[in-house]
């Protein structure tokens, strides 16, 4: 793995926040002055590709990338559009039984308004 990558995926894996690759390239920039913005999106096609980081596809904004691989569902702050994970047990074989199919994956996100959101419009 070169180095540019591993960075690359370090960061994605340390940051629970489900960067951008925009916000990734920041990142990597820090530690890596020299890098380039193509290098970072071609290394986060490939680490996602190849199954070592997940891309969240979202609503109207850019993909989002996340460190961890285990099946989860995401909730989105309509307000801040922050991304948190969220884990519904067994919604897989749920999903698989209610839709009568046999699934080869599903993306589930979550809209609502964070409680950091909710403390702010009550103020
Ligand atoms: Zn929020
Ligand atoms: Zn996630």
Redesign the pocket.
């Known amino acids: 793995m070169t180095k540019q990558r591993e960075l690359i995926l370090a960061i994605v894996r340390d940051n629970p926040f489900h960067l951008t690759a925009e916000e990734v390239y920041d990142l990597a920039r820090q530690q890596m002055p020299t890098i380039v913005r193509a290098t970072v999106y071609n290394n986060l096609n490939y680490l996602s590709e190849n199954g070592l980081i997940r891309r969240v596809r979202m609503h109207g904004g850019p993909d989002r990338f996340d460190g961890v691989l285990e099946p989860h569902e995401h909730l989105v702050?309509d307000?801040?559009g922050?991304v948190s994970d969220l884990s519904i047990k067994d919604i897989e074989v749920l999903l698989a039984r209610e839709s009568h199919i046999k699934l080869t994956g599903y993306e589930l996100t979550l809209h609502y308004?964070?409680p950091?959101?909710r403390a702010r419009q009550h103020e």
Do not use: L, P
Request: charged content about 25%; hydrophobic content about 25%.
């Open positions: 702050c307000v801040c922050k308004v964070c950091e959101c």
